[in-house]
């Protein structure tokens, strides 16, 4: 007895130290699983369109669901249980391509898939039906009154019956919608409100008890909603005298809550006066449950609104402040405009998604990808490129204050340009990105992200190791343009240059010019503490007699020239910025 | 004089790369010289006719700089002879080419440019446009030019063909008429771009100090150029409207990505937003139109198609008439 008593609490002591050793490793790691879909052949560079996560269906206990446009052109379906359905096989078969843009609605396990089809002469919209496991898709179209524009988006009243509404140009410009019993449409009709296309990018169906399905749409006069029952009407917003002119409207949510933004400004300096009006309304037919204004001293044109959030809040992309901004030596000037992403929440001022950061705190080109919130948090994913080759990264934002970010992959490991976030539960979201394999190939991954333990956890090579490396590089590179070793010169030629500049390519070129270089020096600065260097060269070179077939004189074969240019350190080496014409670098940051 | 002809197998080279000509173009223009931060540009000239006397005129800024510096300008004459091949390098050290064939003299012109090209920092690129015409007689004459811009360095090149001018007389060569974008015209502008490949616009502002003709040889340097996207629209190939309101403006000549680039996201004819955050019409191309917004002003509109893996292309968007 005594021994199985020891026996018992010797396991149940292993069992404790293997608890708490995974406990402190996943308290360090802001990483709680990955899960990496192979069977998945999401089309190449899927734009934001081309992807959508079903929010209601990704849990943390492994299941994940998504609707996304695969590299046949078809519509594909990855339910909870893991298998990917193609919801358009027949059309598919039938017209190959011409497939757009996907929204959905969840009902009763019920699943509303809308897509839209342009392969002249057929210009539908598409509704799907199917369910949860995607069992027997079945499809019907809409649209016949014309020519569907933009993006379909669907909602339901959760007894069965759907509003589908989308921008249509068969009579002019104007907005369409159907409204179907399952899946039998009932009525269609086009609104005509617009009088240029860019009054289209608005219009969301939406649905409330009281009122039943309504539409929401502007013309260039006003932001308007349309009861669909009876067809009664009634204004939301007045664009006053410039109309919708230097405005970006943006009209949010499905059911239950409306959330209106309309933010103006007076000119696209980056400098300029932005203002927001944010509306938002339980029932858009009666008066809005607030009404807020704010004012901004910078900005840019577009921004993306937060919708689950508590009171009215966004993202854009904004320089650092004016007074900030001016550069205060040729280093700094060298180094160019700094933009961020940043966040706002009502009214208060903006703030980075990068806020406290003071390590290569001069580059930022920051690009908004995706961001999912709850009432008191929002995950934001960027395309971040301080370490000049761009790069997901996240932060997380709680109370209006940045709490977290870090990056998704391991420095220098390239992500493409795509992401898309669901929130899964408390601190936890889950971020859907493209991982890039060594041999070029990419794989959509899912990882659950804890923004509570969101860091950088990697460590860059210092200042002075960079400055020791550059002088190293840059003998080097100057040796080899007098050896004329091809190889060695184009190693340190950017990544970017390399992908489209292939080494053949390059080799056959420096064939061609048969050129001598007699000498060649560089002397280079890093700049400030960036992973940006400028480096100056001299050097002395023979041209042939004839250069590409044409005759040089003898007494100007022989020449003297000098270059400036970025240099910049990337995977342990720093790299010449190639240009691809002259003053055009191919690689940007 | 001491003259040599021309070997005809020359001249078949120069036809077969696309030298010849339908009509007799008694003044060109090479739209794209480069010089400087490691480019420089290798110019050949052919004078297929029995002229003496040719006027070479630049006008060229720093690249990267503020759009909206004024150019800078050199201009000279040299001597020729006919059937006179040439070739010189232009690098910012050297800017009149010399006669290979033992002309000698400068056909009655300055022994050295009236303004030497001369730029501030030898080391950073410049670029700008050439002119050449037969300085001393209004129609006569049939020139052609082709040029090699090159980085030493990168061991990259790309050639270009000259573009023909109305010529009307002596120092007065002018871009055809119908093919001058003046304030509210429009031009197309198409790019199909394959992924990542960015094409660039390059403007040239071609309005002299009277603001009566577009004189490419008195192209006033602080020209202001202004190009709008018209009502802001465009389309991309899977046909989608897109719209966002980029525009480009700049003095005497202009480059710019088709796309704006992501640290300045509205620089370029098309907002960073509406080219990479979701659309199409980087990886596709598209069309838009172009309409010249400022007034007075003639703008020669030439598209630049610049990707490593084949080379790059200088190509007007205009329309440009052959006359006699």
């Known amino acids: 007895m005594k021994r199985v008593l020891a026996f018992l609490f010797f396991i149940a002591g292993v069992t404790l130290s293997v608890f708490l050793i995974l406990y402190k490793n996943r308290h360090e790691n802001y990483v709680i699983s990955l899960r990496e879909f192979v069977d998945v052949k999401i089309k190449t560079n899927p734009l934001s369109d081309d992807f959508l996560a079903i929010k209601e269906l990704n849990k943390g206990n492994g299941s994940y669901a998504f609707l996304y446009y695969g590299d046949d052109n078809g519509l594909y379906y990855h339910n909870p249980k893991g298998e990917n359905i193609i919801l358009n096989k027949p059309l598919l078969d039938k017209y190959r391509n011409g497939f757009a843009f996907v929204d959905y609605e969840l009902e009763n396990k019920g699943l509303y898939v809308v897509q839209w089809l342009r392969n002249p002469p057929v210009k539908r919209i598409i509704l799907i039906k199917t369910n949860i496991d995607g069992t027997n898709p079945k499809y019907v179209l809409m649209g016949d009154v014309g020519e569907p524009l933009g993006k379909p988006k669907i909602v339901g009243d959760g007894k069965g019956n759907f509003l589908v509404a989308w921008a249509d140009e068969s009579q002019g410009y104007g907005v369409a919608y159907a409204l179907l019993k399952g899946d039998k449409v009932e009525k269609q009709e086009i609104i005509r409100p617009a009088i240029a296309f860019a009054n289209l990018e608005v219009y969301t169906p939406f649905y409330n008890q009281e009122e039943g399905f309504m539409l929401v749409y502007t013309n260039d006069k006003e932001i308007r909603v349309r009861r669909i029952s009876d067809g009664q009407e009634k204004v939301l917003y007045s664009f006053g005298p ?90 700094e000037k060298l180094l160019g405009k700094r933009i961020n992403v940043v966040f706002s929440a009502e009214g208060k001022g903006y703030v980075r998604a990068v806020e406290g950061d003071k390590f290569n705190d001069y580059t930022y080109s920051q690009l908004y990808l995706a961001h999912a919130s709850t009432r008191d948090s929002v995950m934001v994913v ?18 209006g204050k940045v709490v977290g970010y870090g990056p998704i992959e391991k420095p220098w490991v390239e992500t493409p340009v795509f992401g898309s976030v669901v929130h899964v539960k408390d601190s936890i979201y889950r971020v859907y990105y493209l991982h890039k394999k060594q041999d070029g190939r990419t794989v959509l991954r899912a990882v659950d992200i804890d923004g509570e333990k969101l860091h950088n956890p990697y460590p860059y090579p210092s200042l002075s190791e960079r400055e020791k490396r550059l002088k190293e590089d840059l003998e080097r590179f100057s040796q080899c343009q007098v050896k004329n070793d091809l190889e060695c010169i184009y190693s340190y030629f950017d990544p970017v240059a390399q992908q489209k500049y292939p080494f053949g390519t390059f080799k056959q070129n420096a064939e061609n010019f048969k050129v001598e270089i007699k000498e060649y020096t560089c002397k280079g600065k890093v700049l400030k503490d960036s992973f940006i260097a400028w480096v100056q060269c001299e050097y002395t070179y023979k041209l042939p007699p004839r250069f590409m077939g044409i005759e040089i004189r003898e007494q100007d074969r022989q020449r003297k020239d000098k270059s400036s240019g970025y240099w910049v350190y990337i995977k342990d080496q720093w790299r010449m910025v190639f240009q691809s014409f002259p003053g055009m670098n191919l690689i940007q940051w | 004089m001491k003259k040599k002809a021309i070997a005809a197998s020359a001249l078949t080279a120069m036809a077969l790369f696309g030298a010849s000509q339908q009509a007799k173009a008694s003044a060109v223009m090479v739209p794209a010289v480069a010089f400087g931060g490691g480019w420089a540009t290798l110019v050949s000239i052919v004078n297929k006719q029995g002229v003496n006397s040719l006027h070479l005129a630049y006008n060229y800024k720093q690249i990267g700089g503020p759009a909206s510096a004024s150019c800078l300008h050199a201009d000279g004459t040299m001597s020729t002879s006919a059937n006179d091949l040439t070739s010189f390098i232009v690098d910012g050290s050297t800017d009149r080419p010399v006669p290979l064939y033992g002309d000698t003299g400068y056909g009655g012109g300055p022994a050295s440019f009236a303004v030497a090209l001369a730029p501030a920092n030898i ?70 771009a394959p992924g990542d490949s960015n094409p660039l616009i390059y403007a040239i502002g071609a309005h002299d100090t009277t603001g009566t003709q577009v004189n490419v040889f008195n192209t006033n340097y602080n020209a202001v150029i202004g190009l709008s996207k018209n009502n802001n629209t465009l389309y991309d190939r899977k046909e989608l409207p897109l719209s966002d309101s980029a525009s480009l403006t700049g003095t005497c000549i202009v480059i710019q990505s088709i796309c704006a680039p992501q640290n300045t996201p509205t620089t370029g004819l098309v907002s960073y937003n509406t080219c990479y955050g979701g659309t199409a019409f980087k990886n596709v191309g598209g069309w838009f139109d172009l309409i010249n917004t400022v007034a007075s002003t003639g703008t020669l509109v030439l598209k630049v198609e610049s990707n490593p893996s084949y080379g790059s292309a200088v190509t007007p968007l205009h329309r440009l008439d052959y006359s006699r």
């Open chain 1, 242 to 331: 410039s109309g919708i002119q230097n405005k970006s409207v943006h009209v949010l949510g499905k059911k239950d809550r409306l959330d209106v933004y309309v933010w103006s400004y007076d000119s696209l300096d980056p400098y300029a006066n932005y203002r927001l009006t944010y509306l938002s309304y339980k029932n858009p037919m009666a008066e809005p449950l607030e009404k807020k204004e704010a004012s901004y001293d910078r900005g840019t044109p577009n921004i993306m609104p937060i919708y689950d959030y508590r009171g009215f809040a966004f993202f854009t992309s904004a320089l650092p402040e004016k007074n900030k901004n001016v550069p205060k030596d040729e280093d």
């Open chain 1, 382 to 399: 960027f395309l971040d490129r301080r370490y000049i080759l761009p790069q997901i990264w996240m932060s997380y934002i709680r109370d």
């Open chain 2, 123 to 192: 080391g950073l690129p410049h670029l700008g446009f050439l002119a050449i015409e037969n300085s001393t007689s209004a129609t006569g004459g049939d020139l052609v030019a082709e040029a090699i811009v090159y980085n030493l360095s990168q061991r990259f090149l790309f050639s270009q063909r000259s573009i023909d001018l109305n010529h009307t007389s002596a120092g007065s060569a002018t871009i055809p008429l119908t093919s001058t974008l003046t304030s509210g015209t429009t031009t197309t502008f198409i790019s199909f």
